[in-house]
């Protein structure tokens, strides 16, 4: 995708993974990416962890890991772009990865604070939406349902029933891939969506309209 950016469309994309409760180092990332080019008009923050824990079980520490990652890690994230978009004074488009676990509770799958740093996720755009507006920002969010990834592979080894039962959790049968949300980032970044601004785009197959 980067060289088609490059090529076909006149722009550039860069991927960083960098530890996002780093603010100074991820600041500087940033601020580099946005100096290179004298603008910065998108980005996608896509950090994020998950934990299977019952409730009960919960330790403070491990819980306030994960809301230091999922919400602050992509609040400092966002503030990091929004300032250099507004340092330069073009606007630009804000997308943050939420999940469909911050609008219901997963059946079968205990984790309650991941759960609930996913709705912080989809309220934290809203309101960034509303206070970014007047600089020509725009703040949404993406609600994907499950994915298969190599973690999830991972986790059907240890519970190989989910990989029968998960699919039949949502309208189509099946389960996502990676690939299939590129468009919706794409969307979201250009010019495409514009009038959208402090919007979940919800993606999970239809799990969440049962």
């Known amino acids: 995708m980067q060289e088609r950016a490059r090529t076909q469309l006149g722009t550039s994309l860069h991927y960083r993974q960098i530890d996002v409760r780093d603010v100074p180092g991820l ?3 940033v601020t580099d990416i946005a100096d290179a080019h004298g603008r910065l ?4 923050a ?3 962890i998950q934990q299977e824990t019952p409730a009960l079980e919960y330790s403070a520490e491990d819980a306030n890991r994960m809301f230091e990652v999922n919400v602050t890690g992509a609040f400092m994230t966002a503030q990091a772009a929004a300032k250099q978009m507004i340092r330069f004074g073009k606007g630009g488009s804000i ?7 911050g609008t219901v509770a997963n059946r079968g799958l205990i984790c309650p604070a991941y759960n609930a740093s996913k709705a ?3 309220q934290l755009a809203r309101n960034l939406a509303s206070e970014w507006g007047t600089y020509g920002i725009r703040v949404n969010t993406i609600s994907p349902g499950y994915i ?3 973690m999830v592979e991972e986790l059907f080894k240890q519970y190989p029933e989910r990989r029968t039962d998960w699919p039949t959790q949502n309208m189509l049968g099946r389960l996502s891939g990676p690939e299939e949300y590129r468009g919706a980032g794409v969307f979201l970044i250009s010019d495409a969506s514009s009038f ?3 919007a979940d785009l919800r993606m999970d197959g239809g799990h969440a309209a049962w």
């Not at 008009?41 to 996608?44: F, K, P, R, S, V």
């Not at 997308?95 to 676990?101: K, T």
């Open 27 to 29: 600041n500087k990332v």
């Open 41 to 44: 008009d998108g980005l996608i």
């Open 46 to 48: 896509a950090a994020g």
């Open 95 to 101: 997308v943050m990865i939420a999940s469909m676990s």
């Open 120 to 122: 912080g996720v989809i």
């Open 148 to 150: 298969v990834t190599a």
């Open 196 to 198: 959208m601004t402090g």
